[in-house]
């Protein structure tokens, strides 16, 4: 079944006209067709069954039909990530979205190439996971913001992993074992790592929890893939 994300109020009988893009991939890429079913969501009525009504020129109309599940949000876990290049910060957010991330919060460091990153396309991006991946919520990809604003203005309930792989910190779960469930972030560094200033403010947090991802040294993607994935089995949703 077509999972589809959109942006209206979902109810019995509502009538949703789509955007150009969803619309060509139901008539022109899926060959969806009046009377034919789809999953719809938008992050705040739950999931719902529909029926495409009718499918124009320029646009397809779905009617909405029954609720098929209630409203539904993971556990409330940040990913942090300093901008690296382009392609990989895009698999990040799309990873970060099928390992349940609620949001995907950007930050720039001493050692950051770039300032700024595409939002709407990683936002897309986003979008595409949770439809692929069975979420009713989709992840929000946050603007970016330097690592010391981070800090200043930090949630003090939510805990931080940061993931430090230029000092002596514990092996991922055993910094994790006994930790409280939530609210988390996650925390990975630029290509170039953090710069000593940066490691020695954030280990002077009391909320940061320092950890290593092992003897290898990982690129930015695939340390964020490694710790969502280590997070989720030790204090997430996969326990249950």
Not at 156 to 165: G, M, V, Y
Request: hydrophobic residues 50%; charged residues 25%; neutral net charge.
């Amino acid at each position: 079944m077509i999972r589809l994300f959109v942006t209206h109020d979902l109810a019995p009988g509502a009538r949703l006209g789509l955007d150009p893009d969803p619309s060509r991939y139901l008539a022109a890429v899926m060959r969806r067709a009046a009377g034919d079913e789809v999953v719809v969501f938008n992050g705040r009525d739950g999931e719902w069954r529909a029926v495409v009504a009718e499918v124009g020129k320029r646009a397809v109309t779905l009617a909405v039909a029954e609720p098929l599940r209630p409203q539904a949000a993971g556990p409330d876990l940040d990913l942090i990530v300093a901008i690296v290049k382009r392609t990989r910060l895009e698999t990040i957010v799309e990873k970060a979205a099928e390992l349940g991330a609620r949001r995907v919060r950007l930050v720039v460091t001493e050692r950051t190439n770039a300032e700024h990153a595409r939002l709407p396309r990683l936002q897309a991006i986003a979008v595409e996971a949770a439809e692929q991946t069975g979420r009713i919520d989709v992840p929000e990809v946050v603007e970016a913001v330097k690592l010391r604003a981070l800090l200043a203005a930090w949630d003090a309930p939510r805990r931080l992993l940061f993931c430090d792989e230029a000092g002596d910190a514990a092996p991922v779960l055993d910094a994790l074992k006994d930790q409280p469930a939530g609210p988390w972030a996650v925390l990975i560094g630029p290509e170039g790592g953090f710069s000593p200033a940066e490691r020695e403010a954030l280990r002077g947090q009391g909320f940061a929890v320092p950890a290593t991802l092992g003897p290898r040294i990982l690129r930015a993607d695939t340390a964020a893939i490694s710790a969502l994935t280590l997070w989720q089995a030790a204090c997430g949703d996969w326990r249950a």
